[in-house]
């Protein structure tokens, strides 16, 4: 690695590992960020399943969407999680299939949802859960345990439906759904049958979290890593049994396509343009199949805004010179822009950050797909 690198890694670390360990922990899964509703979060636990059982899952994928934005709007636009009376009147509207809960306009696409639910989906049932939720009578301020397990329906449902497509418990033994639908025994293909994953910047597990508790993790054979030390102790707190370790994007300890896919979030904004063609150069030579990267600040614009901020960066990146990157690196990339994701998916015309962007990149040469 070069000095300037180096020097960069170093504001890097020096930037995460100033804040405490408990917090580092903790906010990046709770309000818009819980992954239990993240759009970008959700897209990337989808990218993994379709991976293994490819379009098999779409309508229940869809589903997934529908509850994201329907839960985000009553717990994150109306604040209806600690309004116990709001929840009433509201579930009272959505009966009477009225847009107007006492004063509070409900928007079209959660009227949809509700009359739409339940629904079947991919061999399974998903629950009214907006009438779980607005049945709910606690008026505690925040999130109660029965808000707790609204937010939980597409876990359970995704451990339901993965654990009946794929039955056995450790990823040694799944086979892709292609495999299966060719007709041909378990083992038989030449690839390997087990995925290998890698997530840079890993922070601490907080993705990783909602693998498992999806049902997922357990399907693939995982390595995150992240340069802060801290992430890392609280991520091996957490899930003492998986592989965590501390490491820099800048320099991957790995041979070329070591991992199927790789996942990332949040990440190369932060880096500066010098660090972020290093990156995009490691993560793409480590990866054998494909890549899905969430960003939080990316644009249609033809260069970066490059915007240094204290140790590290907060930058604005063009989505085509992004694509030309990893074109560079042998990878296409097909984009999503989430706020049209979203309205395109559910109906849902008000997104929290319209700069975010999801990129797919598959491997386009080297022959390995
Ligand atoms: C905004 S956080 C995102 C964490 C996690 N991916 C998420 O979305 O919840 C950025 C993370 O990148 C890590 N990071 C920054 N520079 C890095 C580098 N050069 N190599 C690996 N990780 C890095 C930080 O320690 C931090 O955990």
Redesign the pocket.
């Known amino acids: 690695m070069n000095r300037d690198l180096l020097l960069?890694?170093e504001k890097?670390?020096r930037?995460?590992?100033q804040h405490e360990a408990a917090w580092?922990r903790d906010y990046?899964?709770a309000g818009v960020?819980d992954?239990r509703l993240n759009l970008q979060?959700i897209l990337s636990r989808h990218f993994l399943i379709h991976a293994l059982a490819q379009e098999r899952f779409g309508l229940l994928m869809q589903h997934e969407y529908r509850f994201a934005a329907a839960l985000d709007w009553l717990l994150c636009v109306a604040r209806l999680g600690g309004d116990a009376e709001g929840r009433s009147a509201t579930l009272h509207a959505l009966r009477r299939r009225s847009d107007n809960a006492e004063g509070l306009e409900i928007p079209q696409f959660v009227s949809q949802t509700f009359a739409d639910l339940p629904a079947e989906a991919s061999g399974c049932t998903v629950p009214n859960y907006l009438e779980t939720f607005l049945a709910n009578e606690d008026s505690a301020e925040g999130q109660s345990q029965s808000i707790d397990e609204v937010l939980n329906t597409f876990s359970v449902t995704w451990n339901r439906v993965l654990g009946t497509h794929f039955p056995t418990t450790g990823p040694k033994r799944v086979r892709l759904a292609a495999e299966a639908e060719e007709g041909m025994p378990a083992g038989s293909h030449e690839r390997p049958p087990v995925l290998s994953l890698l997530?840079?910047?890993?922070?601490?597990a907080?993705?990783y979290r909602f693998l498992e508790r999806f049902g997922i993790a357990r399907l693939f054979e995982y390595t995150g890593?992240?340069?802060?030390e801290k992430?890392i102790e609280n991520a091996r707190t957490l899930y003492p049994g998986v592989r965590f370790d501390t490491?820099?994007?800048?320099e991957i300890p790995a041979s070329p396509e070591t991992f199927d896919l790789c996942i990332?979030?949040?990440?190369l904004e932060?880096?500066s343009p010098a660090?972020l063609e290093q990156?995009i150069r490691e993560v793409c030579r480590v990866t054998r199949r494909a890549i899905c990267i969430?960003f939080?600040q990316m644009d249609e614009i033809p260069e970066h805004l490059v915007r240094p901020a204290e140790d590290?960066h907060w930058n604005l990146l063009s989505l085509p010179r992004m694509r030309d990157l990893f074109a560079s690196q042998g990878f296409t990339a097909q984009a999503v822009h989430i706020g049209t994701f979203l309205l395109r998916q559910t109906g849902c015309p008000k997104t929290h950050n319209p700069n975010a962007y999801t990129l797919f990149l598959q491997r386009a040469t080297g022959g390995h797909n």
């Open positions: 960069e890694t890097l670390a930037s995460w590992a580092l990046l899964v960020e992954p979060s997530e840079p910047a890993c922070g601490s907080n993705d890593f992240d340069l802060c992430n490491g820099n994007v800048f990332i979030h949040d990440l932060h880096l660090g990156a969430g939080f590290y």
